[in-house]
């Protein structure tokens, strides 16, 4: 059960790496940034919805004392790592966007030991580097090519990304030490981000990409919110409850460039070079270690 739930972060991390598949078509529709998340996000509450009220309604009781952790992780968090995450995939590569917000791990690591007394061991160090080098690789950055597209606002954009990141690691962790559920954490917080985006939503576009191929962009909108939101959030939250932060935070960011810079590949012809395959061995090589020893031995 540990190996299995050691998983669910990185296959997280694929599935956040799809974003730019889906944000990419929606801006060259028309649509602007608050518009691609709201729609998103909306779709990804209704359905977390109707999933509580099928299956166990007690999910949506929190207590009032309890709101302003909602609060943050929704607007702190999830609202400031998909703002920032969806800006800087416009100005950057989808592998160089991935690999800043691969940076997250470093605050997670930082933060969890300081609230959450977990150890900062020379294994989680190691391997956070290794796959932060990885990464690095990965995205082309170091070398003189021209498929890297990149710009001093988009990687700072890209740098807030993993900041914001990981608040919502640390105020999901918050909550469940607080006693709330996985879905009750993931729908709030969602709930919270609709409740500010939609008056900022611009329905008219929204309108026309809905009319313009009734069924095809109406699945393709559901495809969006389950395979960047509802998925890789539920499960990203579901193993937090049974693996240190800066742990989730290292397999997640692992798998995200990964799965960026194969759907760049497939997508946008975004050709990898020698070197992003290296960074991509070093990727996997940085997660095989973590998941290596689930029981992560204190030093």
């Known amino acids: 059960m540990k190996k ?34 709201s729609s998103r996000i909306a779709i990804a509450t209704l359905i977390l919805f109707l999933g509580i009220m099928i299956f166990d309604k007690s999910l949506l009781k929190i207590k009032l004392k309890d709101a302003w952790v909602f609060l943050a992780a929704g607007l702190l968090g999830m609202l400031g ?8 995939i416009s100005r950057l590569t989808l592998s160089l966007a991935a690999v800043l ?39 082309g950055i170091l070398e003189s090519t021209a ?24 105020f999901s962790r918050l909550a469940m030490d607080r006693g709330y559920q996985v879905f009750t954490i993931t729908f709030y917080s969602m709930l919270t981000i609709t409740i500010v985006l939609l008056p ?13 191929e009734p069924i095809e962009n109406s699945i393709f909108m559901l495809l969006h919110s ?21 742990i989730a935070s290292i397999l997640a960011s692992g798998g995200e460039p990964i799965a960026a810079m194969l759907f760049g590949l497939a997508f946008f012809s975004e050709i990898p070079t020698l070197l992003s395959f290296t960074g991509l061995l070093v990727v996997v090589a940085a997660l095989a270690l973590i998941l290596k020893q689930p029981k992560q031995k204190k030093v």
């Not at 939101?229 to 932060?245: D, G, I, K, M, R």
């Open 81 to 88: 790592l998909n703002l920032a995450y969806n800006e800087s």
């Open 101 to 139: 917000l691969s940076l997250a791990p470093i605050f997670v690591v930082l933060w969890g030991a300081i609230l959450f007394k977990e150890r900062i061991t020379v294994r989680k160090v190691g391997c956070m580097f290794m796959a932060i080098f990885g990464c690095l690789l990965t995205s």
């Open 4 to 37: 299995i739930i050691l998983i669910l972060p990185l296959i997280s991390g694929i599935l956040w790496g799809s974003v730019g598949v889906f944000v990419r078509k929606l801006y060259s529709f028309g649509f602007d940034n608050f518009t691609v998340l």
């Open 226 to 246: 389950a395979f960047t939101s509802v998925l890789p959030y539920v499960l990203y939250t579901v193993a937090l409850t049974q693996v240190e932060t800066g």
């Open 147 to 170: 498929s890297v597209k990149w710009s001093f606002v988009g990687i700072f954009i890209g740098f807030l990304s993993a900041f914001f990141y990981a608040l919502y690691t640390v």
């Open 200 to 212: 900022l939503t611009d329905f008219h576009i929204l309108g026309d990409f809905l009319t313009s």
